[in-house]
């Protein structure tokens, strides 16, 4: 974007942080994308809030997603404050939250889900299967955001998600990376390409900090990344400017 003196004009970016090492990954690959674009220590003006996760766990695991909301909602009202133009959320659990918002965020905001969807359709994947947390791979955001896309999506089996669910919580969320969990996450993944998944969506922002392309036995979507990578080309003005501020996308 150019100003009418001729100056180049990039937006200001809200990260509503959730989960903290997920949303310091896309703080990060951020910064390195708006490299790769306009070369080194160039990016559009960042800011990043959060507020502690721990106080809306009891209210997911109730279904009390407007609390969850109101508590989401805090950090939103401090990035607006704060003259960001919008926000992303790098926390795929969030989004059934924001997905059920009853009143309008004060900023528009890249919905995380339609983004890896509309990735995995560009990458002509038909088939995508969901890792993430219990909530996201029992929840609505992400079926709904693939059927919009006209896509197939299978979360793992009960006992898989429960292992998967309890390496987030207990490992890559307290900065636990380990051989043993990548080695289930692995086992997982392939498992459910014998079943007939052609790429894995990593749709936990902190599940790329364990599994990488290198050694995946699928093509990986990553959420974080691309979200971080999305948001980078709106504050550039080559991708259009969200309109969505929460509530259903249907």
Same mark, same amino acid.
């Given at each position: ?15 509503? !942080?959730h ?5 310091a ?16 220590? !160039? ?15 009891? !209210? ?66 038909a ?31 009960p006992?898989e ?29 392939a ?27 699928l ?6 990344r ?12 080559a ?12």
């Amino acid at each position: 974007m150019t100003a009418a003196g001729g100056e180049d004009i990039m937006l200001h970016i809200g990260i509503l !942080a959730h989960s903290a090492d997920g949303a310091a990954l896309c703080f990060q690959e951020m910064v390195r994308e708006s490299a790769r674009r306009l070369g080194a220590h !160039a990016h559009p003006e960042i800011t990043l809030s959060i507020l502690p996760m721990g106080p809306t766990l009891a !209210a997911y695991d109730a279904g009390d997603l407007a609390a969850v909301n109101a508590h989401l909602m805090r950090t939103a009202q401090r990035l607006a404050a704060a003259g960001c133009d919008f926000f992303v959320c790098p926390d795929n659990t969030a989004h059934i939250a924001l997905d059920a918002a009853r009143a309008p965020y004060p900023l528009p905001g890249l919905h995380i889900c339609d983004v890896v969807a509309e990735r995995a359709k560009r990458d002509g994947r038909a088939r995508v299967a969901l890792l993430g947390t219990r909530w996201t791979m029992g929840g609505p955001a992400y079926p709904a955001a693939f059927a919009r896309a006209g896509l197939a999506l299978q979360a793992p089996e009960p006992d898989e998600r429960a292992i998967v669910d309890r390496i987030i919580f207990e490992e890559l969320c307290q900065g636990i990376i380990s051989d043993a969990a990548r080695a289930e996450y692995v086992r997982i993944i392939a498992r459910m390409a014998r079943d007939g998944c052609d790429a894995v969506a990593l749709s936990c922002t902190e599940i790329p900090l364990l599994v990488t392309p290198e050694i995946s036995p699928l093509p990986t979507l990553d959420s974080t990344r691309l979200l971080a990578r999305e948001a980078i080309g709106v504050a550039l003005g080559a991708s259009e400017m969200p309109t969505w501020r929460g509530g259903s996308l249907e």
